[in-house]
């Protein structure tokens, strides 16, 4: 079965700082996609970013960018320049062959000004 | 539509009453899915709906809850008897086919809150 785990339930940083967000996970998978998304209080979620697995390189969306340790099974987001804008709880997620889209239980982004 | 919409956005509903949740997913996308957001908690996946093939309700957390999916398009999550622990954020999401390359676009969600 394929788990997300992660562990940080609440983050808090100062506007304009850098933020890494942690995430790990389980798959006895070779092949499967890994995504970032942000629930603001609107409760919509939104996706940040996306990984293939069997792409090396580190995917980047403007100011957010994740660092893919596909042998840990690490998949952790960067957000540069935080902006008020970013407070939100933030899910990773993993999507492998035939199965649903699996959660971890969120982290929860406050951005101060 | 543009996204995905869900009604009602927030529902109050007494204890042992039955309620239908509503989902119109992306026009398009063969796949739609049920998942609750318990307060503060990650996403529980409900049921799956992939075109016309017989849906996946291994999430379904007792025989009160049911969704069905008419013409492949707008889906319907009904909670019979409602109990105070059904209190919780209820999503809607499509895909392309399995969204393994795109992931889900998810609607605003209703907020079920029973007394």
């Known amino acids: 079965a394929q788990t997300v785990t992660q562990s940080q339930p609440e983050m808090s940083v100062q506007e304009a700082e850098t933020v890494t967000l942690s995430c790990t996970y389980d798959?006895?998978?070779?092949?499967?996609?890994l995504f970032w998304y942000k629930q603001p209080p609107s409760r919509q979620m939104i996706l940040v970013i996306r990984q293939e697995a069997y792409k090396q390189q580190n995917a980047t969306e403007n100011r957010f960018s994740v660092n893919f340790q596909k042998a840990a099974k690490s998949f952790s987001l960067k957000i540069s320049d935080s902006q008020l804008g970013d407070t939100a709880m933030y899910f990773c997620a993993l999507i492998q062959g035939a199965q649903k889209l699996v959660f971890g239980q969120g982290t929860r982004l406050t951005i101060n000004p | 539509g543009a996204g995905v919409s869900q009604s009602p956005s927030n529902k109050v509903t007494e204890k042992g009453k039955d309620v239908e949740l509503r989902c119109d997913p992306i026009?398009?996308?063969?796949?739609l899915y049920w998942y609750r957001q318990s307060l503060g908690q990650g996403l529980e996946f409900l049921i799956y709906f992939q075109g016309n093939s017989a849906p996946d309700k291994s999430g379904l957390p007792s025989d009160r809850f049911s969704a069905e999916r008419t013409g492949g398009s707008v889906s319907t999550l009904t909670i019979q008897r409602t109990q105070q622990e059904d209190s919780a954020v209820y999503l809607c999401a499509s895909s392309l086919d399995r969204g393994l390359r795109d992931g889900y676009t998810f609607g605003s969600g209703t907020r079920l809150t029973v007394v």
């Open positions: 798959t006895s998978e070779s092949n499967y996609y």
């Open positions: 026009s398009g996308h063969t796949a």
